[in-house]
């Protein structure tokens, strides 16, 4: 079975090509899985960029359940798909072995190799089951015999924001991962995570559910559209520099198509969930940070504020968070994000699995 997924060569990587052991970089995402390792002429780095989803169907002919992955899972079975990490990790051992058999999959499509030196970037969650879910699926997998690590995916994240090495690790910071599933804040010195706070009401997924609810609103109740299409409009039209109202055809249960235009429901649902966000970052992480480590909190804000994550890659938001926060603590800060936030996370577990590789 091929799993369908986006590939891309990224230049200028010191990617450890030249190693015996293959570092590898891994993030299974809640919405999408990336993996990132040299590029096969050693020249840059390759990356494999999946939805974290399965669909099953009955095979017409003989009656035996069968499996999509990824892409094709959701575009073919949108009423039925299966994200295996909603909550970011798998809850229970059902969705564990589903994702080991999603990961599997994908590792065998793309030809990832065993002999590898591989470092994921795991989320901050304080789940100890579903933590232990994720390890039984990371070493039950068959790539990472010569080491396996992982790191705080936010501290992965950052690394890219920072220059081309992994000046991150060696810096006094504050990173907010906007992702799917939580939004995560936490303070790191010299790659120590201090003060880590997660909260599971301000997510990703949850501006796919509100874009739903706004466009069957702002449409009358005329349309009602799926979360993957929802998820599609915040990906491909959420913009704060200069969102366009955009037109969408959907087909009518009795035959003919409806032409309608989103005006309002994709940004309503981002501005909302952006308010929410700084209102968490400012009043309640900044708060317990300073409690906890008053110099840290002192450091850390002197340095720009990293934001990554999946909805980091929407247009405009980290200077529209940059003003946000500015205002509401009445400072000036700064804010910064990696060129590809949706790769950031694997390419800086690929950075550090290159230096671990140097040292076996």
């Known amino acids: 079975m091929s799993v369908e997924a986006e590939t891309e060569e990224i230049a200028g990587e010191k990617t ?12 299974l995402g809640s919405t999408r899985t990336v993996i990132a390792l040299p590029s096969e002429d050693g020249e840059g780095l390759r990356t494999i960029r999946t939805l974290t989803c399965l669909a099953s169907y009955e095979d017409a002919l003989t009656g035996e359940e069968k499996y999509l992955y990824g892409e094709e899972a959701a575009r073919e079975y949108p009423d039925r798909v299966e994200f295996m990490l909603r909550s970011g990790l798998p809850e229970d051992d059902d969705r564990a072995e589903l994702t080991q058999q999603f990961f599997t999959a994908v590792l065998e499509s793309h030809d990832i190799p065993e002999e590898s030196a591989v470092v994921y970037a795991i989320p901050t969650i304080d789940n100890p089951v579903g933590l232990d879910n994720l390890a039984e699926v990371i070493e039950g997998s068959p790539i990472g015999t010569e080491l396996i690590e992982s790191y705080p995916e936010s501290l992965c994240g950052s690394i890219p924001a920072f220059g081309d090495g992994l000046e991150a690790v060696e810096d006094i910071f504050i990173a907010v991962n906007m992702g799917s599933t939580n939004l995560e804040a936490s303070a790191y010195r010299r790659g120590e995570q201090i003060s880590p706070f997660t909260t599971g009401s301000i997510t990703g997924s949850e501006v796919d559910r509100v874009i739903k609810s706004y466009v069957e609103e702002e449409t009358q109740g005329r349309v009602n559209i799926d979360i993957t299409t929802a ?5 491909n039209h959420a913009d704060f520099d200069g969102f366009e109202p955009f037109t969408d055809i959907i087909q009518q249960p009795g035959g003919g198509s409806h032409e309608f235009t989103i005006e309002r429901s994709v940004m309503d649902a981002c501005n909302e969930y952006l308010d929410d966000a700084v209102d968490a970052f400012a009043n309640t992480f900044l708060s317990q940070l300073a409690n906890d480590n008053m110099k840290v909190y002192q450091l850390a804000l002197d340095n720009p504020i990293v934001l990554t994550g999946g909805m980091a890659c929407i247009p405009g938001i980290v200077e529209e968070f940059e003003r946000r926060v500015s205002e509401t603590m009445d400072r000036d800060v700064s804010a910064i994000t990696a060129d590809r936030p949706d790769l950031a996370a694997t390419v800086g577990a690929q950075r550090i699995a290159v230096r671990l590789a140097e040292t076996l």
């Open 16 to 27: 450890g090509a030249e190693s015996e052991v293959v570092p590898v970089g891994v993030k």
């Open 231 to 235: 998820r599609e409009y915040k990906e």
